[in-house]
């Protein structure tokens, strides 16, 4: 019954956060089972150290980092394809909103690149707005260590996003 609120309350959260790994509906929908079923065994590890939903985005995100990183050959080939779509619309005009959407891609591209700690803390912080003192209670970390963290994460996805062409 209240594992039930949970599910109602967060399954869009989740299925949103699973969907921008998979990248197709039926899979994001297949992750988001298997995070609630993961969360309801790793329940009783929730602390209460940070707010719940922080504690999900994180369980979720790391679940499915380890299922992307398990499954490395499909997103390989995924990309392949994504680049004769992209070299398609290449051919086309290009708009400032293609080269903005091309940074992004490339950003991706870099994220992917480094290591899944790093690029958990980043997302966290910047794409989620988790304060310093959340990601603290997160990661169970002190603030100095939580900003040396953050500062090295974004070196190394400058450093991937300006080696890739």
């Not at 065994?41 to 939903?53: C, D």
């Not at 392949?80 to 950003?107: M, P």
Request: net charge positive.
């Amino acid at each position: 019954m209240l594992f039930g609120v949970l599910y109602d309350r967060y399954a869009k959260m989740v299925y949103n956060k699973c969907y921008g790994f998979a990248k197709s509906q039926k899979e994001a929908e297949d992750l988001t089972q298997d995070v609630f079923l993961m969360v309801f065994v790793k329940l009783a590890s929730f602390q209460g150290k940070s707010k719940f939903s922080t504690w999900l985005y994180s369980f979720t995100y790391n679940f499915c980092v380890n299922y992307v990183n398990r499954d490395k050959g499909r997103k390989i080939s995924d990309r392949s394809n994504d680049i004769s779509g992209e070299e398609y619309r290449l051919s086309q005009e290009v708009t400032d909103e293609h080269l903005l959407e091309l940074q992004v891609e490339k950003l991706k591209q870099a994220l992917d690149m480094i290591p899944g700690e790093d690029k958990t803390i980043l997302m966290l912080k910047y794409q989620d707005g988790v304060s310093i003192k959340e990601l603290e209670s997160t990661l169970d970390l002190g603030s100095s260590a939580v900003k040396m963290r953050l500062k090295r994460a974004k070196a190394k996805v400058i450093e991937a996003y300006n080696s890739l062409p």
